[in-house]
């Protein structure tokens, strides 16, 4: 039985302007979840999204209001021993939506199941098939120059050696012309991604897209709208480039139609967005059946987020082109009394029970929004 269940908001400036086509981010808000149990037992989840209500249908305060006025109070009336499905079934019957909310709620109560259990929490999701995980990043400052250089110290530094462009904020043609030279700069053997962040009519995907593969781009990300799911079918149909679902994909349900209209042939695995790491599991799942590569997303979490998806990815069969779990990187501040260690272009997935993190609850006192 639960004892108590927090929602904190804690704001952190980012390293540098995070610049995507739906907002410009100086600042992150992680919103992190601490149930604890009567036994004394706490668990950890995370529910951050980008740019307030820029990105997604949850803001940081909409989600916090959510948890404190319908989650907490229905998981403290619970009287009777339930186990996690059970518990769960519960929260699904009783909330509709709010995937990012559930998401923070249930990697909290799976962190304490497995720390019950004394397992890794990929343990409980099914059993992890790797213990670290390739991590890309996102190049974003909005000049190209400033984006070689910072590409080039990652590659020397071994921190990163794949990127992804936040494009779709200037007109077409300007964009395009500055990922092809940002691939110039950086070669044949460096992964050159876009993403659209939404921001392209069909002609204008047909025009960019159609540059972007001749320039050997190798992924295209979400580059239409979220309804606009037959435009991405015919993306699909027409070009060789990879073409993947990230917005679009908001759970089990979507995945299953985006598999059946051959929607994608990539999906970014988000786990808020998915509405938990068993649904991000789920997903995965639907895409193994329908012949689809996997992308590890991340919603810019911090390092509770990142390690949750982390511990789900892990058990992906395939995860053909790797993850972008890279979000902690970009703040300012450390909420974790050990770093997330990152190295060799990869993350570590850790084997401690639970989510393997051990949380600064000082740090995050002194940082956390007051109001
Ligand atoms: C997105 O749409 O993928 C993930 C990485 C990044 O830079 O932005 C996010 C959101
Ligand atoms: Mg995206």
Not at 73 to 78: A, F, G, H, R, V
Not at 97 to 116: E, S
Not at 164 to 171: A, R, V
Not at 294 to 306: A, N
Request: charged share 25%.
């Amino acid at each position: 039985m639960y004892k108590s269940v927090e929602t904190i908001l804690v704001d952190i400036p980012t390293i540098r302007p995070h610049k995507l086509s739906v907002t410009t981010m100086q600042t992150q808000t992680l919103v992190l979840v601490k149930v604890t149990t009567e036994n004394g037992v706490v668990g950890w989840g995370e529910a951050t999204t980008i740019g307030g209500l820029n990105y997604g249908e949850e803001s940081p305060e909409s989600v916090k209001a959510n948890i404190e006025t319908y989650f907490a109070p229905l998981l403290l009336s619970i009287k009777q021993p339930l186990n996690f499905a059970q518990t769960f079934k519960l929260l699904r019957k009783s909330i509709n939506g709010n995937r990012f909310a559930k998401c923070a709620i249930q990697t909290a109560l799976l962190d304490i199941q497995a720390k019950l259990l004394n397992l890794p929490l990929s343990e409980v999701l099914g059993g992890r098939l790797r213990n670290r995980l390739p991590v890309l990043w996102t190049l974003a400052s909005g000049d190209t120059d400033k984006d070689i250089a910072e590409a080039k110290k990652m590659i020397e530094l071994k921190r990163h050696n794949i990127f992804k462009l936040k494009i779709g904020s200037n007109p077409l043609q300007h964009d395009v012309d500055h990922v092809i030279a940002i691939k110039k700069a950086l070669g044949a053997d460096i992964s050159i991604r876009v993403d659209v962040n939404r921001a392209w009519s069909e002609l204008e995907c047909i025009r960019g897209i159609q540059q972007l593969q001749d320039g050997g781009i190798d992924l295209i990300e979400q580059p239409c709208a979220i309804e606009q799911t037959e435009i991405l079918t015919r993306l699909t149909q027409r070009f060789d480039v990879a073409i993947m679902a990230d917005e679009a994909l908001t759970g089990p349900d979507s995945a299953y139609r985006l598999a059946h209209q051959h929607a994608a042939d990539v999906f970014a695995v988000k786990v808020e967005q998915s509405g938990g790491l068993i649904e991000a599991c789920e997903v995965a799942k639907i895409a193994k059946l329908a012949g689809i590569d996997l992308y590890g997303g991340t919603m810019l979490e911090g390092p509770i987020g990142t390690i949750a998806s982390a511990h789900a990815f892990s058990t992906f069969e395939s995860l053909a082109f790797g993850t972008e779990l890279f979000g902690p990187l970009l703040l300012t501040e450390e909420i974790l009394k050990t770093p997330l260690q990152y190295e060799n272009f990869e993350l570590a997935v850790p084997q401690a029970a639970g989510l393997g993190i051990e949380i600064d609850e000082d740090k995050i006192e002194q940082l956390r929004r007051k109001a």
